[in-house]
């Protein structure tokens, strides 16, 4: 397991509000300080919203304050079907880190 310390997971949206059928992109990020292998978000279905996802989840590096991290990004575009509040389901990914000495861990 990765120590809580070098992950981080956040979902921007680019709107909180909107009207049935208007389009609202959701990008969830799982940032590591550990390079990881075989990345994979779990599907959820969205309740409530047609959904559809913007191809597989990327992989990239970013870098902040001279430091390198590892993102797994998931997008894609909701699309609100009915009025009222809406609640978009928790998400789980899995990986598996690779050691900062090279090994699997």
Avoid: C
């Amino acid at each position: 397991r990765l120590p809580r310390e070098d992950l981080s997971y956040r979902r921007v949206m680019s709107a909180q509000e909107a009207f049935v059928g208007e389009q609202i992109l959701s990008s969830l990020e799982l940032t590591s300080l550990v390079p990881f292998r075989e990345p994979q978000f779990e599907n959820k279905s969205y309740d409530g919203f047609w959904s559809e996802e913007f191809g597989h989840a990327e992989e990239f590096e970013r870098r902040l304050a001279g430091v390198s991290f590892i993102v797994l990004r998931k997008r894609a575009a909701l699309f609100p079907l009915q009025d009222g509040e809406l609640t978009l389901p928790e998400e789980t990914a899995s990986l598996k880190s690779i050691a900062r000495g090279g090994g699997i861990g």
